[in-house]
């Protein structure tokens, strides 16, 4: 098996299997969040729904030319600021723990996934110009830097400061890759923590996590939830409780259900279970980023790192956040967590990630091909002339 072959296989496998146990985490927790309405699978079968609608458009995503996104980028922006701003229009923006991160068309979801892939989608655009070489600056950097930061600030105001860091690092790694200047990116880093550090400042919810973070003896009502995950983690030991056993995630663990399911899966499979998740993301990330690197073009190069670092520092982010190696940050487990919106374009991305190594396969049996051709054309010409 080719090397190139090998790396959707395992694409997929880990997708698939961060699925699977998704579910398996979902049917032990779900009887015990406060949105379960009575019902022990509620959650679990809404999960199941959205996993069905994920799988699906994923599926038409890895069908459908990714150069298409490079031809309509900047309409996928437009409509990703449109859902962004309607978070804030009354009955049709909906809060939810103060954060204006919802709107219901029928349904309930959140804007700010799709304009994540809205963001890095013209960030290959831009650096995929075709004047990049005549205004380095402006195409190189200034102008992607720009974009993004327009969704960024939007998201930032719906209280949202997880999915704006994430949008704003993925950002950067993305002009790095591209080539940019260090004496831009290093400046810009600089300004973004100080940006960063001062919405925190001004935000008693969030310095108070902060400071938590920082002294969790000082500040235990913001630290309680970090100080469950590691019960939560250290009562499982390397085997685990067994899967159903845990006790956490009974009102101990708010959130057992989303961004804190790490702690919970430690707690009932063991070191074992979570050294595994951690194995896969890494896995996902390396296949992700091979992909990326054989695309057929520059958009497609960028477009991938960009999805690859989405999801990979999404996984980074929730595992730190749980293990309280980072300050505390609502951020779900890509495919394991229960959010729909999240899943369903966690799924299209991975769907795009596949579509970029079938085009890159396809120019690869085009060039053999013609190569091939330009072989016997040869040999044809040398026999006419004997």
């Known amino acids: 098996m080719k090397p190139h072959s090998t790396s959707v296989y395992l694409l997929i496998g880990a997708v698939l299997a961060l699925i699977t146990l998704g579910l398996v985490m979902m049917s032990s927790t779900s009887a015990f969040a406060p949105e ?6 509620f959650l679990l079968k809404r ?56 709107i219901k068309l029928g349904m309930s979801f959140q804007p700010s996934e799709f ?8 960030i290959a655009w ?25 969704l960024m600030v939007l998201i930032a105001a719906e209280v949202d400061l997880g999915t704006t860091a994430l949008i704003g690092v993925t950002t950067l790694l993305v002009l790095f890759i591209a080539g940019a200047r260090l004496r831009y990116l290093v400046p810009t880093v600089l300004l973004g923590f ?11 919810e969030r310095s108070g996590r902060f400071l938590a973070f920082l002294y969790p003896e000082k500040y235990l009502a913001d630290a309680y ?18 899967l ?34 951690v194995a896969i993301f890494l896995t996902f990330i390396l296949a992700g980023s091979y992909i990326a690197v054989k695309a057929r073009d520059r958009f497609g190069l960028l477009l991938g790192v960009g999805i690859t670092f989405l999801i990979g520092l999404q996984a980074v982010v929730n595992i730190g956040v749980t293990t309280a190696v980072l300050p505390n940050k609502g951020m779900p487990m890509p495919f394991i967590s229960y959010g729909g919106t999240n899943l369903v374009f966690c799924l299209i991305g991975v769907g795009i990630l596949v579509n970029i190594y079938k085009q890159g396969i396809n120019e690869r049996e085009e060039k053999r091909a013609l190569s091939t051709l330009s072989a016997y054309t040869k040999k044809g ?3 006419i002339r004997l």
């Open 36 to 41: 379960s309405h009575g019902d022990a699978m």
């Open 115 to 122: 304009a994540k892939l809205a963001a890095v989608s013209v």
């Open 244 to 277: 159903g056993n845990g006790r956490q995630k009974m009102l101990y663990l708010p959130f057992a259900h989303t961004d804190f399911i790490f702690p919970v899966m430690g707690e009932e499979l063991g070191l074992r279970c979570t050294l595994a998740v």
């Open 381 to 383: 010409r040398r026999i």
């Open 225 to 242: 939830q970090a100080e469950q995950g590691l019960i939560a983690l250290g009562s499982g030991g390397v085997e685990g409780l067994g």
């Open 194 to 204: 100080a940006l960063l550090g001062g919405v925190i400042w001004k935000m008693p």
């Open 47 to 102: 999960q199941v729904v959205w996993l069905g609608v994920g799988l699906l458009l994923g599926g038409l995503a890895s069908m459908i030319d990714y150069h298409h996104l490079h031809r309509f980028s900047w309409i996928a922006y437009a409509l990703a600021a449109i859902l962004l701003l309607l978070c804030f229009v009354p009955h049709i923006g909906h809060s939810h723990y103060g954060a204006k991160r919802w």
């Open 126 to 150: 831009f650096l995929s110009h075709k004047s990049l070489q005549s205004r380095p600056f402006f195409y190189g950097f200034f102008a992607p830097l720009l974009s993004a930061g327009i």
